[in-house]
T-cell receptor, first 113, second 113 residues
Framework: NAGVMQNPRHLVRRRGQEARLRCSPMKGHSHVYWYRQLPEEGLKFMVYLQKENIIDESGMPKERFSAEFPKEGPSILRIQQVVRGDSAAYFC???????????FGSGTQLSVL | DQQVKQNSPSLSVQEGRISILNCDYTNSMFDYFLWYKKYPAEGPTFLISISSIKDKNEDGRFTVFLNKSAKHLSLHIVPSQPGDSAVYFCAATEGLRGNKLVFGAGTILRVKS
């Protein structure tokens, strides 16, 4: 049973470009969460999605960031017009239910030049 | 504002001895607490949790203690093993908030053989 798969592992973008981060949850999991870890900090909640619905996006910056979890395919975290401050590790996690244990992926390290 | 604080950035312990990792929180609404372990280039993995109705939870070599009046929890690992060397994150949530976790900044544990 494959775990949470994130790709790419590393993503380099220049300022102003778009970044797309993908997350395939564990089989049977319909709840997906995105967290961001800035250097020297803990993980910070960004958004919680359940198939085709955004449940809680209170941790998402209001501009440039968006997330989706379509009926078919992986969840996508999209960052438009990236800036240097977006450089961070982005972790996706999934769970089978709302209050059940989270399983994290290995993360995508985004570097903005 | 840091609602979950891990004040020790790192801890070094001799193999076989006890490792004690500490965590403080400020939000009195938190009622569920978790510890995650993270190796380099991997995502966090769940270690142990405790509900606010308890003051202790044990799982093998790992024990978590909760002192609600002091808003403090600790993770004890005994005996410590070299494979325990990792970053340990304390996290907290309000029960009905699902998996919207608030993480501390982490403590790097090094177990020397």
């Amino acid at each position: 049973n494959a775990g949470v798969m994130q790709n790419p592992r590393h993503l380099v973008r220049r300022r102003g470009q778009e970044a797309r981060l993908r997350c395939s949850p564990m089989k049977g999991h319909s709840h997906v969460y995105w967290y961001r870890q800035l250097p020297e900090e803990g993980l910070k909640f960004m958004v919680y999605l359940q198939k085709e619905n955004i449940i809680d996006e209170s941790g998402m910056p209001k501009e440039r960031f968006s997330a989706e979890f379509p009926k078919e395919g992986p969840s996508i975290l999209r960052i438009q017009q990236v800036v240097r401050g977006d450089s961070a590790a982005y972790f996706c996690a999934s769970s089978p239910g709302i209050n059940e244990k989270l399983f994290f992926g290995s993360g995508t390290q985004l570097s903005v030049l | 504002d840091q609602q979950v604080k891990q004040n020790s950035p790192s801890l070094s312990v001799q193999e076989g001895r006890i490792s004690i990792l500490n965590c403080d929180y400020t939000n009195s609404m938190f009622d569920y607490f978790l510890w995650y372990k993270k190796y380099p280039a991997e995502g966090p993995t769940f270690l142990i949790s405790i509900s606010s109705i308890k003051d202790k939870n044990e799982d093998g070599r790992f024990t978590v203690f909760l002192n609600k009046s002091a808003k403090h929890l600790s993770l004890h690992i005994v005996p410590s093993q070299p494979g325990d060397s990792a970053v340990y994150f304390c996290a907290a949530t309000e029960g009905l908030r699902g998996n919207k976790l608030v993480f501390g900044a982490g403590t790097i544990l090094r177990v020397k053989s």
